[in-house]
């Protein structure tokens, strides 16, 4: 199976590619659009910010081709919020799957710290992506930016507020969180991605 991670300004990339690795996924990183295209499953990763990210995406011509993808993508953090229509992020406008907006957290309590970072935990899973994951599951969240609950949620978590952990629409998933940061839980939510 020919598994790509998208190759472009996010720090992560490395501990999607070694978490695969652990699951038993060999993966090429590549911005190439014809390796893109003929992949089985794709990973869009994410850390960093979304305006720089998205301008590199457009240099190498990938926003256009990322959002008419057929087969199974799965966007991680960063990845999730670019999978959306615009972030609050630089006021960037992004790939728009997701008809979202991302938004950025605010609070009045200062026991509330921004960017959220931290094990936390994901409810009312739904899908594929979530078989065999229970309710209540931890996973590991470092984020500013959020995606309001809407009819793509099928996963929720709180942090201030309700919203969503993951998304789903057709072949496009994503989730908030870092399922290669999250030790075994997250490690069977890639597996699951990859069984698609």
């Known amino acids: 199976m020919k598994t790509i991670i998208i190759k472009y300004p ?9 978490s695969l690795e652990r699951i038993g996924v060999q993966a090429t990183v590549t911005d190439s659009k014809e ?7 794709i990973i869009l990763p ?25 087969q199974p993508i799965l966007g991680i953090c960063l990845g999730m919020q670019l999978l959306c229509k615009h972030s609050e992020e630089s006021n960037t406008t992004c790939l728009g799957v997701f008809d ?34 229970p309710n209540g599951s931890y996973q590991y969240f470092v984020h500013s930016y959020y995606v ?14 309700n919203y969503s952990a993951a998304l789903q629409k057709n072949n496009f998933y ?7 940061k999250s030790s075994y839980v997250g490690h069977k939510i890639l597996e699951n991605f990859i069984r698609l």
């Open 46 to 70: 994410g850390v960093g910010e979304a305006n720089f990210a998205m301008k590199y995406l457009k240099e190498k011509k990938l926003n256009l081709l990322l959002s008419e993808l057929k």
């Open 174 to 180: 994503a989730v908030q969180f870092h399922p290669e």
């Open 100 to 133: 979202l907006l991302v938004k950025k957290f605010q609070s009045c309590d200062k026991n509330d710290k921004i960017p959220q970072i931290g094990w936390n935990t994901i409810n009312k899973l739904k899908g594929p992506l979530f078989e065999n994951v």
């Open 10 to 18: 996010a720090g992560n990339v490395q501990s999607v590619l070694f």
């Open 35 to 41: 390796s893109i295209q003929n992949a089985e499953k």
């Open 148 to 161: 309001p609950l809407g009819k793509y949620t099928i996963a929720k978590t709180e942090y201030i507020l």
